[in-house]
């Protein structure tokens, strides 16, 4: 059996928040360090990645509950990596964000639901629009 990805239990900072661990991959190293700040400032613990071929290992080595994906990154598709984490955890998967520099319409989202993304941002991804996701999130999912 596969071990459950999210099935840490979220933790309350000082400021009452829920604390999050997040996995954030992309291959802009500024939007990863910009988005891993703020979302550090509001308490989440942050784990990054700039290359898609180290995206898998980091989920099992981290274990996070949200993973922001690029899925245009130039190691591999961010809807492949998506694909795979879904295929492997199952129910115990990480909640999943997808993020996206180019715009097919209706297509990215529709692919990026399909594969098993819970929320699609274009980017640039409004860093406050994230936030408000992160903490409307639901209890992740344990796995027994």
Partial sequence: ???PVNS????????????????????NRDTVETLAA???DE??????????KRILDAVARY???VC??????PEASGYAVGREIVEKYGDARPWLIAISG????????????????????QKPADPQALLEVLAELPDAPSAA
């Fill in 1 to 3: 059996m596969v071990e």
């Fill in 8 to 27: 840490a239990a979220r933790k309350a900072t000082p400021g009452g928040k829920t604390r999050l661990s997040i996995l954030l991959a992309d291959d």
């Fill in 38 to 40: 703020i979302f550090a």
């Fill in 43 to 52: 308490g989440h613990v942050v784990h990054t990645v700039v290359d898609a």
């Fill in 63 to 65: 274990k996070p509950q």
């Fill in 68 to 73: 922001i994906l690029d899925l245009k990154m």
């Fill in 102 to 121: 180019t715009w097919h319409g209706q297509t990215d989202r529709l692919l990026a639901r399909s594969i098993g993304f819970d929320h699609f941002f």
